[in-house]
């Protein structure tokens, strides 16, 4: 016979496999011969869960963070009337639940023979035996994530045959019910057609021989055809397909043989291994809220537990504790199988964290409460940490990653998405990553670039050629399973991965724990091959994200922010009255924030029914933080001066959380008794009135209110004042000198001790168009500055500049414009006699499409890079566009401040809540404020925002001298002024006593430590956990760490970040004398974080 054309032979092998109706229906077809008897169910009935809809109506919203189950259901839902069901019917709307009983008999001819029950909703569902044990999760519709085949095992049958089943419906699909398009906002009255519901008979042999040919018939087509082994490959296809005969099993059997003679072939030694294990990436919300989650980690779950019992060889690995925790609660026997299996080694917890968070916008001690939180879940529930840290999905990874990765027994990192960068290709797919302080971990970008594995031919053949360090490995890691969505591998993935152990011509599949990957990685590494990348991964894409959504990324840092100072005050307070420390309701609210910092989450890229929970539950932790805050400070307060008078006097405490010394303006309430307006030194426009108060670090300052007031009244230094001239305000202190534009409301600063104008033309609002390519609330494309769009103030001239404030404690402008046709903005400028910040207290009311604002400041300042502020430290990125690295950083991430500097000068913008920030390579500054994206939330970032940043010049040869880090924290922490009435003292010595009441409670000799967080071990009561890190960049020489404490320690120990007994290494000298604790902290490294606990 003539050699046939290649093409005609590959058209030929798919028809035999192809799964469209009308090849299906053909003999020659092998899929018709898979079922080849079906049956009906006996009966089905269907119950609606009744107000179970999600809905984002304003106030009609209703949180639904868990929906009911099984035993809140079942049975009492069929008891009485029951409602029948057909295929045909169609349940919904969206996000509504239904449930199912279906009696099956099979037939007694099927007895002893494999049968399967076959459900398709199009949607998602769980299936519970008839006492409520999970059996599967199914997915309906067509696509290539369907799993609608359950192996009905004979123990579930009865002698009879028969058996009952219960199905949980969910209204929604495997990526949520986006209206016509994946990332679109849902569709809120989608329905689902019931499209399949029967029990058929599964033929073994035809699902194998199936197989056997889909591996083949790939080799044929994706080898390299001027090779033997393509050829062997269509030769075997075609000799399968003059073999079988659809009226003759025993021929099925023989093209079994013919198959089995190609893959039998073996690799040699030389060959690449990828190790493989089953993967499935749940979003803990996105196209979905996160009620929906709770119940897509049961049913992907329940999938691989039925897969790990029928394929010996399969292992499977699953990050995120909130997840384990949610199944621990809601499916309790389903969390106990996978416990046993995880003692098996076949159920691998991994990751570490919490949640797969962020890995670019939460701060640095969220980011080690996610792994004290995740560790500590996986070590108590499944004996041992995690050593590999997960991320596959976030859009971009902080540089501090590595050391606050190690400090957590982690020392591997996962991930892919850089493999999405649009500009440049990432050099490595194994390489040592390096942190800002030198830390390093072992990093694996799997080279199928994809978490979501389809172990296809021509997938496996990518992997190896993409795979980017041959010299120093011969080992790769795939991630195989459908994700995002969850569901993780199906039967598709199963039969794959054990066809494809070791097939000649591919790489070698080995299906192991990733834990082994890394060792291999180790041991091929012992002469220090791998080439080392310093810094933080910047994905070039999803930019947007460090700015979509602002209300909760503003919820995020108050949240962040908040817990700190509950934290340290509970603390102090448990240490020094005896307060009792709320360490659960602390777990619980710093777990709330960690679930909101979810990849999709904190960046802003879900639907609007996440953001209604996520701002519900930003709400919770805030009140409930803020209780704690207020009853720490309480019992703080109380443990000053008392006497027995009954005489009263307004007193001010006023407490400052930060660890240094600081001078601040605060504002108080008007004290009755003072008649005379010129006692106070300042009124403001909403009654209040102003006073100076300079408080120690980590520390309070008791007065007087009405010592307070005149003192600050009778102040000789230097104030601030406020002129109107040639069509401006200025406003000067002894630091710097504001020129403020009647007309635009920008401004001009100098530097009054260089006499230098550093800003020009700053506070100057700009937008542009911001419609993406695809990816709408995630994406600012590279193109979206080009334009200018005029700002209706601007243009029509309707700027309002008014004085509010005109010192001598505080000068204020009032400033107000339309931004647009729909929206507009006001502003309080205001400027203090104690600082040279200039604030911009904001607020926008915000009505656009695919529009973007950001506020300028045009910097005098020469210089070829910026100083952003990062976790535990800072990073610098050039301003240049020499590279394309460079240029692909036009829009990046900060945590509270951005800085550029020259020698003498520089110029810093801070912020209370934003992330999103650019620098041109002039030396302008910009701070990316709100953007208006229409999906997958098509309401994102409508309406109200309030907001502060603020200009903040210095002078100095750097940004430290100019305390740049100290202001910005100030900016977003002020002081906590606590206004009482106290007895009155009985006698001139001890009024004396009372108005000069200061103390420091913790304090650190030396300015480049900075001391993050203090606060109660996990593991005691009585032991006192403090982190600190260098926050200079520079070597910081020993010093000294003092904190208030009537008792003395036992010890002090140096720990990590989970506060582990078996990392206490170097216990740390220390004195107890006149009630504190003075403690040596040996050297730090440049932005080395440090963990001590104080134990008593």
């Known amino acids: 016979?003539?050699?046939?054309?290649?093409?005609?032979?590959?058209?030929?092998?798919?028809?035999?496999?192809?799964?469209?109706?009308?090849?299906?229906?053909?003999?020659?077809?092998?899929?018709?011969?898979?079922?080849?008897?079906?049956?009906?169910?006996?009966?089905?009935?269907?119950?609606?869960?009744?107000?179970?809809?999600?809905?984002?109506?304003?106030?009609?919203?209703?949180?639904?963070?868990?929906?009911?189950?099984?035993?809140?259901?079942?049975?009492?839902?069929?008891?009485?009337?029951?409602?029948?069901?057909?295929?045909?019917?169609?349940?919904?709307?969206?996000?509504?639940?239904?449930?199912?009983?279906?009696?099956?008999?099979?037939?007694?001819?099927?007895?002893?023979?494999?049968?399967?029950?076959?459900?398709?909703?199009?949607?998602?569902?769980?299936?519970?035996?008839?006492?409520?044990?999970?059996?599967?999760?199914?997915?309906?519709?067509?696509?290539?994530?369907?799993?609608?085949?359950?192996?009905?095992?004979?123990?579930?049958?009865?002698?009879?045959?028969?058996?009952?089943?219960?199905?949980?419906?969910?209204?929604?699909?495997?990526?949520?019910?986006?209206?016509?398009?994946?990332?679109?906002?849902?569709?809120?009255?989608?329905?689902?057609?019931?499209?399949?519901?029967?029990?058929?008979?599964?033929?073994?042999?035809?699902?194998?021989?199936?197989?056997?040919?889909?591996?083949?018939?790939?080799?044929?087509?994706?080898?390299?055809?001027?090779?033997?082994?393509?050829?062997?490959?269509?030769?075997?296809?075609?000799?399968?397909?003059?073999?079988?005969?659809?009226?003759?099993?025993?021929?099925?059997?023989?093209?079994?043989?013919?198959?089995?003679?190609?893959?039998?072939?073996?690799?040699?030694?030389?060959?690449?291994?990828?190790?493989?294990?089953?993967?499935?990436?749940?979003?803990?919300?996105?196209?979905?809220?996160?009620?929906?989650?709770?119940?897509?980690?049961?049913?992907?779950?329940?999938?691989?537990?039925?897969?790990?019992?029928?394929?010996?060889?399969?292992?499977?690995?699953?990050?995120?504790?909130?997840?384990?925790?949610?199944?621990?609660?809601?499916?309790?026997?389903?969390?106990?199988?996978?416990k046993q299996k995880a003692k098996e080694g076949r159920f691998i917890p991994i990751g570490g964290s919490y949640v797969e968070c962020d890995g670019v916008l939460p701060s640095g001690e969220s980011f080690c409460r996610q792994f004290l939180y995740g560790q500590r879940f996986f070590k108590e529930e499944f004996g041992e940490y995690c050593t590999e840290f997960s991320l596959p999905d976030s859009f971009g990874y902080s540089a501090a990653l590595p050391q606050i990765m190690r400090l957590s027994k982690i020392d591997s990192f996962i991930t892919q998405k850089l493999s999405w960068n649009l500009f440049n290709k990432?050099?490595?797919?194994?390489?040592?990553?390096?942190?800002?302080?030198?830390?390093?971990?072992?990093?694996?970008?799997?080279?199928?670039?994809?978490?979501?594995?389809?172990?296809?031919?021509?997938?496996?053949?990518?992997?190896?050629?993409?795979?980017?360090?041959?010299?120093?490995?011969?080992?790769?890691?795939?991630?195989?399973?459908?994700?995002?969505?969850?569901?993780?591998?199906?039967?598709?993935?199963?039969?794959?991965?054990?066809?494809?152990?070791?097939?000649?011509?591919?790489?070698?599949?080995?299906?192991?724990?990733?834990?082994?990957?890394?060792?291999?990685?180790?041991?091929?590494?012992?002469?220090?091959?791998?080439?080392?990348?310093?810094?933080?991964?910047?994905?070039?894409?999803?930019?947007?994200?460090?700015?979509?959504?602002?209300?909760?990324?503003?919820?995020?840092?108050?949240?962040?922010?908040?817990?700190?100072?509950?934290?340290?005050?509970?603390?102090?307070?448990?240490?020094?009255?005896?307060?009792?420390?709320?360490?659960?309701?602390?777990?619980?609210?710093?777990?709330?924030?960690?679930?909101?910092?979810?990849?999709?989450?904190?960046?802003?890229?879900?639907?609007?029914?996440?953001?209604?929970?996520?701002?519900?539950?930003?709400?919770q932790v805030l009140e409930e933080a803020g209780k704690i805050r207020e009853s720490a400070l309480v019992a703080l307060n109380q443990q000053q001066l008392e006497t027995n008078s009954e005489e009263k006097e307004k007193v001010v405490t006023v407490w400052n959380s930060l660890p240094w010394e600081r001078k601040e303006v605060i504002e108080l309430d008007v004290v009755d008794n003072l008649t005379d307006d010129k006692a106070y030194t300042q009124k403001t426009s909403n009654g209040k009135c102003l006073a100076i108060v300079q408080v120690p670090s980590t520390g309070y300052k008791t007065v007087t209110l009405q010592e307070l007031v005149v003192a600050s009244a009778a102040s000789t230094e230097s104030m601030v004042s406020l002129q109107q001239k040639n069509n401006s305000f200025v406003l000067s202190n002894q630091f710097i000198e504001v020129t403020v534009n009647e007309y635009t409301a920008t401004v001009d600063i100098v530097d009054l001790q260089t006499k230098r104008k550093v800003v020009q033309d700053g506070n100057r609002f700009v937008m542009y168009n911001d419609k993406c390519l695809f990816w709408d609330a995630w994406d600012i494309e590279v193109m979206h500055n080009e334009r200018e769009l005029p700002i209706k103030g601007y243009y029509?001239?309707?700027?309002?500049?008014?004085?509010?404030?005109?010192?001598?404690?505080?000068?204020?402008?009032?400033?107000?414009?339309?931004?647009?046709?729909?929206?507009?903005?006001?502003?309080?400028?205001?400027?203090?006699?104690?600082?040279?910040?200039?604030?911009?207290?904001?607020?926008?009311?915000?009505?656009?499409?695919?529009?973007?604002?950001?506020?300028?400041?045009?910097?005098?300042?020469?210089?070829?890079?910026?100083?952003?502020?990062?976790?535990?430290?800072?990073?610098?990125?050039?301003?240049?566009?020499?590279?394309?690295?460079?240029?692909?950083?036009?829009?990046?991430?900060s945590q509270k401040y951005m800085c550029i500097s020259e020698y003498g000068n520089g110029v810093a913008v801070m912020n209370d809540c934003k992330y999103g920030c650019s620098a041109t390579q002039n030396g302008d500054l910009f701070l990316t404020l709100l953007r208006a994206p229409k999906a997958p939330d098509a309401n994102c970032d409508m309406g109200h925002h309030q907001f502060t940043f603020a200009i903040h010049p210095y002078v100095g040869s750097s940004f430290q001298d100019g305390r740049i880090i100290q202001s910005a924290y100030e900016l977003n922490q002020p002081c906590n002024v606590c206004v009482y009435d106290r007895s009155l003292p009985k006698s001139s010595s001890e009024k004396v006593a009372a108005v000069e009441n200061e103390e420091s409670l913790i304090s650190i000799s030396c300015e480049q430590i900075l001391c993050e967080t203090l606060k109660m071990s996990e593991d005691s009561e009585q032991h006192l956990v403090l982190r600190m890190h260098e926050c200079y960049g520079a070597h910081a020489p020993q010093s000294v760490l003092s904190i208030k404490s009537p008792q003395a320690p036992r010890e002090v120990v140096t720990t990590n970040i989970l506060e582990d007994a078996d990392e206490e290494r170097y216990q740390l000298r220390f004195t107890h004398a006149d009630n504190r604790i003075n403690i040596q902290v040996p050297p730090l490294k440049p932005f080395q974080i440090q963990t001590i606990k104080i134990k008593y």
Not at 70 to 81: D, L, R, T, Y
Not at 540 to 562: D, I, M, P, Y
Not at 579 to 589: A, G, I, S
Not at 806 to 820: A, M, W
């Open 1 to 338: 016979m003539e050699r046939v054309p290649d093409n005609i032979v590959l058209d030929r092998f798919a028809h035999f496999v192809a799964t469209d109706q009308w090849n299906v229906e053909s003999n020659e077809n092998i899929i018709k011969h898979i079922y080849p008897d079906r049956r009906e169910l006996s009966s089905l009935f269907v119950y609606k869960v009744e107000n179970d809809g999600l809905i984002v109506s304003g106030e009609g919203y209703k949180q639904l963070y868990k929906r009911p189950l099984f035993g809140e259901i079942i049975p009492k839902a069929f008891q009485n009337e029951k409602k029948e069901a057909k295929v045909g019917d169609s349940f919904g709307p969206s996000w509504t639940t239904f449930w199912f009983e279906l009696n099956v008999q099979v037939p007694p001819q099927w007895k002893g023979l494999d049968v399967h029950l076959l459900w398709n909703s199009d949607s998602e569902a769980l299936l519970f035996d008839k006492n409520g044990k999970i059996l599967q999760g199914l997915n309906g519709g067509d696509g290539w994530d369907k799993r609608e085949e359950f192996f009905i095992d004979a123990d579930l049958l009865d002698a009879d045959g028969r058996a009952t089943f219960y199905i949980e419906m969910a209204c929604n699909a495997m990526f949520g019910n986006g209206w016509n398009g994946q990332i679109n906002p849902p569709d809120p009255n989608r329905y689902f057609t019931l499209k399949k519901a029967e029990i058929a008979l599964f033929d073994r042999l035809a699902f194998d021989l199936m197989y056997d040919f889909k591996i083949v018939m790939e080799c044929a087509k994706e080898f390299d055809s001027k090779r033997q082994r393509a050829r062997e490959a269509i030769i075997t296809g075609n000799d399968m397909l003059k073999c079988f005969d659809p009226y003759d099993r025993d021929s099925w059997q023989r093209a079994r043989d013919i198959a089995a003679k190609f893959l039998g072939k073996k690799n040699g030694d030389t060959c690449h291994n990828i190790v493989s294990v089953g993967h499935c990436h749940i979003d803990i919300a996105w196209l979905w809220p996160y009620s929906e989650t709770r119940r897509k980690a049961g049913r992907s779950w329940a999938n691989q537990l039925r897969f790990i019992d029928m394929y010996p060889q399969y292992k499977f690995v699953q990050s995120q504790a909130q997840l384990f925790e949610w199944v621990k609660e809601d499916y309790p026997e389903l969390f106990e199988r996978i």
């Open 426 to 619: 990432f050099p490595n797919s194994s390489f040592l990553w390096e942190g800002i302080d030198g830390s390093s971990v072992f990093a694996h970008f799997p080279p199928a670039d994809t978490y979501n594995a389809s172990l296809s031919v021509k997938e496996i053949l990518f992997n190896e050629e993409n795979f980017k360090d041959k010299e120093v490995s011969q080992h790769s890691l795939c991630l195989f399973g459908h994700g995002d969505g969850g569901g993780g591998p199906v039967l598709d993935h199963m039969e794959r991965a054990q066809r494809l152990y070791d097939v000649q011509g591919l790489p070698k599949i080995i299906q192991e724990k990733p834990k082994y990957f890394f060792d291999r990685l180790k041991e091929e590494n012992r002469g220090h091959k791998l080439k080392a990348w310093r810094g933080e991964l910047y994905l070039e894409l999803h930019r947007g994200t460090f700015t979509s959504q602002a209300a909760v990324k503003k919820g995020n840092r108050k949240c962040e922010l908040l817990l700190r100072e509950a934290e340290l005050y509970s603390a102090l307070a448990s240490r020094l009255t005896g307060f009792e420390y709320p360490r659960n309701e602390l777990t619980k609210l710093w777990k709330t924030v960690l679930l909101n910092q979810f990849h999709d989450v904190l960046p802003g890229s879900s639907i609007e029914l996440a953001y209604a929970d996520a701002r519900q539950l930003h709400a």
């Open 796 to 893: 029509e001239g309707s700027v309002s500049v008014t004085v509010l404030e005109s010192g001598p404690l505080r000068c204020s402008l009032q400033v107000s414009f339309p931004i647009s046709e729909t929206s507009s903005l006001s502003q309080v400028i205001s400027l203090s006699c104690v600082s040279p910040r200039l604030e911009f207290n904001t607020q926008v009311d915000w009505h656009e499409k695919h529009k973007c604002l950001k506020v300028k400041v045009p910097s005098r300042i020469f210089s070829d890079y910026v100083t952003y502020d990062h976790q535990f430290g800072f990073i610098r990125r050039s301003i240049l566009k020499n590279t394309s690295w460079d240029v692909a950083r036009f829009e990046v991430s």
